[in-house]
C-alpha cells in the first residue's frame, strides 16, 4: 500500500521529465518488467519512495543510496532491498538482496549469483516440469478429492437425515417409555400398599383379610404366573437363574416376616429359596401361605420392573442426548465432515501409534502399552476464511510442568481419508496433518505456473 | 540440561515424588548440595581462628639457588615439617608452593594446567637475620619478607604492602598419617620403625653427623607423629553425607591459607557462582564454594558451586590490580572478609572526614581437601598486567571459529531431520541470520553418544549438507557418560582398554545418568584422551563432516546417584583419588573433544566445542556456557556478572541460554534476553525439553521483527567481536570486560555489573527489568564521549545517563576516539557475509582524533599462526584518516572492501580526497549537521591496502 503512494508520488513528479518516456531503457538487473518504468536511464533516478534524487550511474553501482533500498535492485548493497528473480520456465519471485552473490543459489535461473564464487545452473525448465507435474497431480487429487466430496456431501445429507430420523424414534421410544414408566409407577405404589397390608395383617393374626386381597388383587398375581411357571418349568432347582434368585431371596426375607404360612411349599421351590441344605430340609416342613409370599413377592417384582423401566427410559434419553451433541457439532455447511465422527485413524510414529477419532478423541499407545489421551473434541481453529481448516482437541491428560496435553489437526485436501502425520514440536503440544476429500476447496484450482516471458 | 529430569523416564512413582517436590518450589533444593559444615574438612579448617600461627620457618635451612628459594616450615605442635618453594616468575608473579617435606605417599599436584613450566627470574637476598629474610622481587622496587616466627610472607612495593600470607596464621597443611586404629596402620607402623632402625644404622655409618643432626632436631614426620597424640575428629577417616559414604583411605589431607589485602575493598573471580560481580564478605554464610556440580535450578545470590571452577580471584583498588591463581582441583572453599564491609557509606565518610579510618583491607582464605597449596601471586599492577600475567600461565582464550560468534539456535531438542530442515526454512524465510543449529542428547541412538538415532536421523550426512549448502553448521551433543550395553562399540572398546574410572574396590565406576547405567572414561590419562580424540575422525564418527561441531554437557561430572549429583571421592583415577582431580575432569572431556575435532582435519581446522564444566585452562578448548539457568528476569540480570566474572579469569567466550532454559519466559522476557544475549560473546538460544516452542517467528510479527533486528545487529558486529577475541587470544584480555578494567582509578565503576564493556570501545547497558521505561547508564571517563550507536547521539563520560526506552532500545555507545569496522550487508550466515565491504565508523573524541583496529584471515583454520592473516590499524587526527598495516610480514588477501565511512562528531568539510597506491580521488559524502554526523560515500579502496582519506 505504502508503495501505491509513493508509486502516484513517483507519477507527479515524473510528469516533468516525461521527455524521457521514449528513452530506451538498458537492462537494468533485479527487477521486474512491471517495475522498468521506474528505471528508465536518464540522468537521475529517483528513490521510488521520493526520498532522494541521485544520478542515474548510481543505480545498481553496489552502494546503497535509498533509504527503500530502490537504487539498487540489483545488488547487496541495500539492508532492505529486494531482487527479482525472472526464472523463466518456472515461477518469479523475489529474494531478499542480502542473498545476491551469496555463494548460495536462490534464483533457479541462476541470475542471483553473477558475481560469486557459487556455479549455479539453470535449473528453471526442471523445476518448472516437476512444478507443473506437481501441480497436475494437485489438480488431479483435487478433482478425484472434490467428486469424493460431492458424494460425501450427498452422504452426509443422507446421514443427516438418517440421524434426526433416528433421534425422532428415540425421542418416540422416550414417550413410550415414559408412559410405561407411569403405569409401573403405579403398580409399583399398589403393590407396595398390598404388602404393607398383608405383612401388617400377618403380624395382627388376622388371617382371614389375605385371601380377600389375594382374589381382589387377582390380576396383580396373574402377572406373576410368570415365577411360578418358570418354576413349574425348571423342575430342577438349579434351572433357576442368578437373576431370579435375586428375587427369591427376597421372596425368602418376606417368607421369614410371615412365619406361620399354612401353605405347602413344592420341594423344589423351597431348595431354590433356601439351597439344598440340610438346615433347608428341616425347614421344608414349614408351610407358607402362598398368597402371602405372592404379597411380598409382587412388592419386589414390580421394584425390579420398575428399575428396568426406568434404565430403558435412561439409557434411551443418554442415546437422545447423544445424538443430539453430536449433531450440535458443526460438521460444516453441507454436513460433510459429519461421516467422520464415529471413524478411528491411526498413524504408526516411531514407537508410537497415534488415533485420531474426528469430533471425538486422540490419543497415543507406545509400544510399550501405555495409552495417553491427547486431547478431546475442541473446535475448529482455522482461520476466518477456512475455519474447516483445522480442528484442536483439548484437556488430554495433564503434562509433567502443567497444562495439558493438546492437538491441533489440519485438514488438508486428498483422495482418501487418513491421518498423515504426527509431530510434537513441544512436549504436550501435537500437530497432525490428515487428509480427506472433504478439505478439498475448489478455490484451489486456481493456483497455477505463471512464467514472464 | 539437568539430571533431575531422567527421573521422569524412570517410572510414575518415581514422578510422582518429583512432580511434588518440585511443586514445593521453583528451585534448587539446597539440601542436595554441602554447605562448608557438612564438608569435614570445611569445616574443620573453617574452625581455626586468627591468632599466631603453629608454623615457623626454619632459616638454617633455607636454600637460595638462581631460581628459586627453599625453606622449610615446621608445625610446632605436631612437628610436622612442610617444604615452601618460592620462585619469582617472568612478568611480575611470585609464586608460592607448600608441601609436606616428606609425605607419606605423593600429594597431587595438578598437571595440564599450566601451558609450560612458568620461566623463572632471579631472586637476591637483601638480608637476614634471626628474624626472617628479606628478598629482592626482580627490578622493580618489590621484596617479599619471610618471617620466621611465626611463618608469614609480606609481599612489599616501596611502603606499601602488597599481599601478606599467613598474617592471619592460618596455614592449615594436614599431613598424610596411618590410619590408628586400623590392623594395617599397626603393621605399617612396626615395619616402619624396623626400617627407620636400620637406616639409621646405615645412615649413621656413612654420615655420622646426620644421626647427630636427627638427633637434635627431630625431624623426621614419620617419628614425631607417633610421639604427639593427633586428635581425630568425626570425618576425617570417612564422612556421610545423605545416602553416601566416602571411604576417606588417605585419611585428612586439607591445605588451607589466608591471604591479606591491605587497601583492597574489591575482589572479583572465583567463578563459577550465581552472584554478583564483586564478591561479597562470607563471614555471615557459607564461604563460596568451588568444586563442580551440576546443580538443578540454581539460586541466585549465593555462594553455592556450579558446573566450572576458576579458582583465580582479583582484587583491586584505584592503585593496583592484583590476582591470586590457587592451584589446587580438590573441593575449595573461599572465605571473604573485610574490615570495611559492615560500613555504611556515612560511617566510611565520616572515617574520611575524622581521619580516623584504619586501612581498608580484605582477607581471604582458600581451603581445599587435597593435594598441595601451589599459589601463583599475580602482581599486576594494572588489569591488563594481571591479564597477561595469568594467560602466561594458563593460556589464552582458543581463537573461535568466526562462525561461532554468530547466532546460535538450539534446542531439547529438534525432534528429527525434518524439523531440522524446517527450522532451517524458518530462519530463511523469516530473513533471521544464524549460524549454528543444535542437537541435543535426543539426536543419539538411546543416549549412545557417537551415534545418531536411526529413524529420527536417519541420513544425518543429508541433513548436513542440507545445512553446508547454506553455509551453515551443526553442534551435536556428545556427553562424557557412556551407557554400559555390550552392544555399544564405545563402551565395549573403553571397557576392554581398561580406560573407565574405577571404584574404590577397582571395578569400573558405574553410575546413573542419561543412559541409565553409565561408566566415565577417566580422561585424566593422556592414552585415554587421545582415544576419545581419535573417535572424532570421520570414518569412526559416522554420518558426520567437516561442519559439525560439539558440545559437552554433563561433565562435572554429572552422576545422578552419585553424592551431591557427583562422582564419589573415593573413585579412582589411577593411582589418584577422584578428590583430587574432581575439578579437573571437565576441562579434560573438554580438552580431548576439542583435540579431536582438530585431528580429524589433519590439524587444518579450529574446533569448536562448548563446555559447561570448567577449571583454569578451560579458556585454551574453547566456549562455556553458564548451564541450566531459567526464564526468570533476575537469570537474564545474572548473565552480565558470571560472564564478566569469567571474562576475568581468561574465559572470554562465555554466554548464557538466551530466553532462559528452564520455564518459558514471556514475551517481553525474551525479547530482552536476545537483546543482551546479541553483546556477550556466546549468544545461543537453549529451551527444556518440556517448553513450549520459542522459535524467533513465533510470536507475533512485531516481536520477530525485533529480535530479528538484535540478531542483525550482532552480525553487523562480527568484524569488532573477531578482532576483539583474536586479541583476548594474543593478550588474555577479556572480551566482554567490567567498567572498571578500562576505567581502573574510577570508584564508581568498581561494582557495577548491571553493564559492561566490549574491548575497550563499546559500552552496553541492556535493559533487564520487566516494564522497564528507561534505564540509568553510568558512562565513564571524565574525559570521554560516547556515541549512541542508534542515533549517533553524543554524551559525555562521567556521568549517570538515564535513557527512556521502548521494546526495541538497547543502549549501547560507541567510545570517542574510537573506529569500529562493520559489516551492514547481514546476509544467511557469517559465512556468506565473507566478502562483503566494511563500513568504518569512526567516533571522534574531545581531541577530534580516533583509533581502531581490523583483523581479518579466513575465518576458520589454523593459518592464522602462520601468520596467514591481515591485521590493519586506522587513525584518524588531524582530518586525516589513515589505515596502516601492523603485520607487514603477514601473507592475506581479501575481496573485502571499504563501502563507507561514517565519522560521528565530525565537521562539514568542503572535499574529502582519497589517497591510494593508485592515486588520488574525490571521494562524495553527506553530512548531516543535526548529529554531526560524515558519511563519505564508496571509498572502495581494499580493506587490505594503505590509504588516506583528507577532511577540507
Known sequence: ??????????????????????????????????????????????????????????????YCDCADGSDEPGTSACPRGRFYCTNLGFRPHYIPSSRVNDGICDCCDASDEYNSHARCQNTCWNLGQKERAYVEGQMKTLDEGLRLKQQLIEEGVLLWREKQAQLRELQRAAEDLQIKLEEHRKRKHEADRLKEQTLKALKAGDRGKAPSIFRTHF??????????????????????????????????LCLCAASRSPLKIPPYIWRALFGNTRGAQSQQRRIVNLSDLLFCLAAEWEAADLKKVEEAYETVNMEISDLQKKLEIDYGTDWEYLFLNGQCYKLKVYEYMYTLCPFNTVSQKSTAGTEVSLGLWGMWAGPAKNRYSQMVYENGEPCWQGGSRTTSVTLTCGTETGLRSVKEPSKCQYIMDFETPVACQPVLKQRGVHSEL | MCCWFFLRRMGPVLLLWVAVCLSGSWAVDKGNFKTCDQSAFCKRQRAMKPGESPYRALLETMELTNTRLTLQLINDNN???????????????????????????????????LIREPPTEPLSLLSQDENGVVLSLGAESQRVIVSARPFRLDIVEGRDVLMSLNSRGLLGFEHLRMRKDTFSYKVTSTVASVWDNIKRVFSSQADPEAENKEGTDPANPAETAKEEEEKVEDGMWEETFKTHTDSKPSGPSAVSLDFSLPGVEHVYGIPEHGDSLKLKTTDSGDPYRLYNLDVFQYELYNPMALYGSVPVMLSHNARRTMGIFWLNAAETWVDISSNTAGKTVFGKMLDYVQGSSETPQTDVRWISESGIIDVFLMLGPTPRDVFSQYASLTGTQAFPPLASLGYHQCRWNYNDQEDVRSVDAGFDEHDIPYDFIWLDIEHTDGKRYFTWDPHKFASPKEMLQGLQDKKRKMVAIVDPHIKVDTNYKIHNEIRSRGFYVKNKDGGDYEGWCWPGSAGYPDFTRPDMRAWWASQFAYDQYEGTMENLYTWNDMNEPSVFNGPEVTMHKDAMHESWEHRDVHNLYGLYVHRATAEGLIERSGGVERPFVLTRAFFAGSQRYGAVWTGDNAAEWDHLKISIPMCLSLGLVGISFCGADVGGFFKSPSTELLVRWYQTGAYQPFFRAHAHLDTPRREPWLFGPENTALIREVIRQRYTFLPYWYQLFYLAYQTGEPVMRPLWVEYPQDPATFALDDEFLLGRDLLVHPVTEEGARGVTAYLPGKHEVWFDIHTFQKHNGGQNLYIPVTMSSIPVFQRGGSIIPRKLRVRRSSTCMEHDPYTLYVALDNRRTAEGELYIDDGHTFNYEKKELMHRKFSFANGVLSSVDLEPNAQFTTKSWVERIIILGASKPSMVTLKTADGENQLEFDFDASMSVLTIRKPGMNAGADWTVTLQ
Not at chain 1, 522498468?36 to 553501482?61: A, H, M, T, W
Not at chain 1, 413349574?232 to 442368578?242: D, E, S, V
Open chain 1, 219 to 252: 390380576k396383580t398375581f396373574a402377572h406373576f404366573a410368570e415365577l411360578f411357571q418358570f418354576t413349574q418349568l425348571g423342575r430342577q432347582a438349579n434351572k433357576l437363574t442368578i437373576l431370579h434368585l435375586t428375587h427369591l431371596k427376597i421372596a425368602r
Open chain 1, 1 to 62: 500500500c505504502s508503495f501505491l503512494s509513493s508509486e502516484m508520488r513517483f507519477h507527479i513528479i515524473t510528469a516533468a521529465f516525461l521527455w524521457a518516456a521514449f528513452v530506451e531503457s538498458r537492462k537494468i538487473r533485479g527487477i521486474s518488467s512491471s517495475y522498468k518504468r521506474f528505471y528508465r536511464e536518464r540522468k537521475s533516478f529517483l528513490c521510488i519512495d521520493g526520498s532522494k534524487i541521485i544520478p542515474f550511474e548510481q543505480v545498481n553501482d553496489d
Open chain 2, 79 to 113: 612437628k610436622v615439617r612442610l617444604l615452601l618453594e618460592l620462585y619469582r616468575l617472568q612478568g611480575n608473579i611470585t609464586r608460592v608452593k607448600i608441601n609436606e617435606l616428606k609425605p607419606l605417599k605423593p600429594r597431587y599436584e595438578v598437571p595440564d594446567v
